[in-house]
Every structure is written in structure tokens, then in C-alpha cells.
């Protein structure tokens, strides 16, 4: 028996792409929500975030936690919230953020959820050094099954299958963890990776200006977003005649070197 832990940091993951060997690997999809660590013992559940602060009170929904656990334990997971078309998304996570002790109106309007991928200790004992996938199969047996609380699948050897599957879903991307890797407390390691999913998008920059359209024409176009201030109208014809011969930036370049006196 050990003592059970006041605070395990969480085990970070390295970014980049998907591993060459995939069959010594499993795939978890990359959740868009808060890391959080739980200390499950006696019913009650503290909920620790990646910096070690105590966030129990934003989140009293998760309590339910407790009721699922017959044995002192400490899990890995992250909370969530999802949008309306089932998909877990951030911005909407953030009302509930940083709220100590959240309304009975704001519980209900944006309810949360754990998604639970590891367990650190249990029954007294500490799992650190056990390979994930042994990790993985005792987090299994546990049967974590709430209306709060869940348990994703992991996938073994299905690397890039389950990128393809996230990216089709318009998920975050994958996080691929090596089926022998321990747990390392509070240290970004390369035998987890994680590939997040980028969005790309050909959309035409231009500026509107207040003038009449001839009636019965209709040639807008769909907004793809906009510009948080307004450029000044010599700006635009700088950077449109840059853009007209052939100037354009490349991806995570400036636009320009220089721009003209505003």
C-alpha cells in the first residue's frame, strides 16, 4: 500500500506528426477542453488543473465522480463541452472557465463533461510505471459509465486512420501515446505525440464599402471573417496592389516588410 498523492502533474505530449512505427503506438483523439487531474477518495472528487490549482468549485457537476469509484483513485482526463452539433468546442467551455462558483442557470446552460484517458493510482497503489496499455486496461475495468463522465476508446496501430476520422468529424486532431511509455508526472515527453488538425480555407480578402448594389444583383459572398479594425483606404490599395502582382505572403509570413504611413 502507498500513501494516497496530494498532487500528480499531468504527463504532456510533444507536438508534431504522427509516428513512422503506428503499431507501437495507440491514437486518442485531442480534446479541445481544460486538463484536469481527479482525486477520487471516499466519495469526494478534487479536481486539480495542469498548474496544480484546486478547481473543484467551478466544476460541482463532475461530483458525481465519486459515486463511480468503490476504491481511492487519482485519473487523467479533460473537461469538455460540447456545441450543438455534438462536437467539443472551447469557445464554449469558456463560460464556464474561471467561474468559482457557477449559477444554477449557467450549470444547466452549459453543462460539462470528463473525458477520462488514464489512471495514475488506485487501491492504494501507484500505476505510474505501468506501460499505457496496461494503464489503459485497468482504466477499462474500473467501468467509469456516468451521465458525466466518460471513458473514449483508444486505438492501437490505427494512427492515421483515426486522424482521418477526426478530421472528418472536424475534431482537434490526435494524440498518439506509445503502448509501452510510463506515466511521467509533470514532463512533456516525445512517447506521447500530439497532431492537431489544421484548418485551411482559399477565401478572397477584400474591404466593403457602403454603396449601393443594382437591384435584382446578388454577388455577395459567404463570410469567412473579418478584421478586427478597419484598414484605411490607402492600406487597402497597397496591399491589393502587392496582391495584384504576385506578392502574396506565404503561410506564417508577412504580408510585407513595410507598409506605408497610415
Known sequence: MESFPSLILPMMAVAGPQPTNPDAFAAELKWDGVRVIAHVRDGAVRLVSRNGRDVSESYPDLAALGELLDEPAVLDGEIVAFDQAGRPNFGTLQARMHVRQPSQRLLASVPVFYQVFDVLHVAGWSTLR????????????????????????????????????????????????????????????????????????????????????????????????????????????WRGHRLHRGHAARPGEPAAATEPNQ
Open 130 to 237: 505501468m506501460p499505457y496499455q496496461q494503464r489503459r486496461d485497468l482504466l477499462d475495468q474500473l467501468d467509469l459509465d456516468g451521465p458525466r463522465v466518460q471513458v473514449p476508446p483508444c486505438f492501437p496501430g490505427g494512427g492515421a486512420s483515426v486522424l482521418d476520422s477526426a478530421r472528418q468529424q472536424g475534431l482537434e486532431g490526435v494524440v498518439s501515446k506509445r503502448l509501452d511509455s510510463p506515466y511521467l508526472p509533470g514532463r512533456r515527453s516525445d512517447l506521447w505525440r500530439k497532431t492537431k488538425i489544421t484548418a485551411m480555407q482559399e477565401v478572397v480578402i477584400g474591404r466593403v464599402e457602403a454603396r449601393r448594389r443594382p437591384p435584382g444583383r446578388d454577388d455577395r459572398l459567404p463570410a469567412a471573417g473579418r478584421s478586427r479594425r478597419a484598414w484605411p483606404a490607402s492600406l487597402c490599395r
